[in-house]
C-alpha cells in the first residue's frame, strides 16, 4: 500500500545551522505535500506546503522541494532557532474517485542546540 | 474564527469501559479526520470523514472502534470496551474540502485506560 518514509527520525543542530528532513513517497499520483510542526504537547500546525506542480517553495527560513521523479521532498530549515525544536511530520496526499489518500511519515524529532 | 475544539481534554476510565470522544470541526469544514498518537510517536489515520460520502474506515484498528459524524458537523468517535493499549492522544483535524487541503487539527483528548 502507500506509505510515507521520514528521515531521519531524530536531528540535532547548533542554532544557526540548517536542518534539512526528508521524505519519499510511494503513489506517484500523489500531488499534496505538506509539512507540520509539533511542538512538545500541542497540536500538529501545517508550516510550509507544496503542490506537484512547483518545484520549491520558500517562506522565510524554511523552504520545500519537490522531486517527482524521484518521489521525494524535503524541508529545509535555515539558521535554525531554539524554538524550531519540535517533532516535524510531512505527509503526501491525492485526490483519488471521490476520496483522498493522505499518509504521514513517521516524524523527525529536531533539536537546536544553543 | 474558531477552531477546531475537542472534548473532553482528557478522559481516565477503567479497562472495559466505553469512552465516547467529541470534535468539533471548523465552521464549513466538509472533510473531517481522527488520528491516534501515542507518546512520542507519530500520527496514526482512523477515519475520514467527507461531506456526505461514506467514511473512508480502514484505519480503525479493531471493532471496538466506530464513529459518527451528524449533520456534516459534529463527530463522535466511540471505543467499546475500551483497552489499556487504547492510552493515546486522540486527535481530530478538519480540512476545508478534501485531502488536498490544510489540515487544522484540534488539541486533542487524552485517553487514559488504567
Known amino acids: 500500500g502507500e506509505n510515507v518514509e521520514q528521515h531521519p527520525s531524530t536531528l540535532s543542530v547548533q542554532e544557526g545551522d540548517s536542518a534539512v528532513i526528508k521524505c519519499t513517497y510511494s503513489?506517484?499520483?500523489?500531488?499534496?505535500f505538506p509539512w507540520y510542526k509539533q511542538e512538545l504537547g500541542k497540536r500538529p500546525q501545517l508550516i510550509i506546503d507544496i503542490r506537484s506542480n512547483v518545484g520549491e517553495k520558500k517562506d522565510q527560513r524554511i523552504a520545500v522541494t519537490l522531486n517527482k521523479t524521484a518521489k521525494h521532498f524535503s524541508l529545509h530549515i535555515t539558521e535554525t532557532q531554539p524554538e524550531d525544536s519540535a517533532v516535524y511530520f510531512c505527509?503526501?496526499?491525492?485526490?483519488?474517485?471521490?476520496?483522498?489518500?493522505?499518509?504521514f511519515g513517521t516524524g523527525t524529532r529536531l533539536k537546536v542546540l544553543a | 474564527g474558531a477552531g477546531v475544539s475537542q472534548s473532553p481534554s482528557n478522559k481516565v476510565t477503567e479497562k472495559g469501559k466505553d469512552v465516547e470522544l467529541r470534535c468539533d470541526p471548523i465552521?464549513?469544514?466538509?472533510?473531517l479526520y481522527w488520528y491516534r498518537q501515542s507518546l512520542g510517536q507519530g500520527l496514526e489515520f482512523l477515519i475520514y470523514f467527507q461531506g456526505n460520502s461514506a467514511p473512508d474506515k480502514s484505519g480503525l484498528p479493531s471493532d471496538r472502534f466506530s464513529a459518527e459524524r451528524t449533520g456534516g458537523s459534529v463527530s463522535t468517535l466511540t471505543i467499546q470496551r475500551t483497552q489499556q493499549e487504547d492510552s493515546a492522544v486522540y486527535l481530530c483535524?478538519?480540512?476545508?474540502?478534501?485531502?488536498?487541503?490544510?489540515?487544522?487539527f484540534g488539541p486533542g483528548t487524552r485517553l487514559t485506560v488504567l
Open positions: 505527509a503526501a496526499s491525492k485526490q483519488s474517485s471521490g476520496t483522498y489518500k493522505y499518509i
Open positions: 503513489d506517484s499520483a500523489s500531488n499534496y
Open positions: 483535524a478538519s480540512s476545508l474540502d478534501s485531502g488536498v487541503d490544510t489540515q487544522y
Open positions: 465552521s464549513g469544514h466538509t472533510a
